[in-house]
């Protein structure tokens, strides 16, 4: 993975889709898909080998298209770990995970203490996944 560089819009525009899309797709499947969002084939193509050679995506496999194969592309970080290291390369550690938490909370609907509820579950659930792995 490329170290110290951001990714542009349009690298990150894609990461987004496959992230949502959540299944490997072939360039002329996401060329397909992607048209209608004002992307052209050579962008597209390049973002994509741009991506690849950054580390960003991986060949996970190959799928027959006439008388050739495409290669199946996925992202090879996770929409979290992508954020996180933005935010540790901008001085934002786990040290700074409470007030982080806290913010994000603070930010969303004070009254709506069902998402208060969900993120108190989530935060929970990761709490103890974290002492059940140091066992």
């Not at 996970?60 to 090879?76: D, N, Q």
């Amino acid at each position: 993975m490329r170290k110290g560089n951001m990714l542009t819009t349009r690298e990150e525009e894609i990461l987004k889709y496959l992230w949502e899309w959540n299944k490997p797709l072939t360039q002329n499947e996401m060329a397909e898909r992607l048209s209608s969002k004002g992307w052209n084939n050579v962008t597209l193509y390049k973002t994509v080998q741009s991506l690849s050679n950054s580390g960003y995506l991986e060949v996970v496999g190959l799928e027959k298209s006439a008388k050739t194969y495409a290669r199946k592309l996925f992202p090879s970080v996770t929409k979290e770990e992508y954020y996180a290291s933005i935010l540790m390369k901008n001085g934002i550690n786990s040290d700074s995970l409470a007030s982080m938490t806290a913010a994000f909370i603070g930010v969303s609907d004070k009254s709506d203490k069902e998402k208060k509820e969900a993120v108190i579950a989530k935060l929970e659930e990761i709490i103890e996944s974290i002492r059940n792995g140091q066992e």
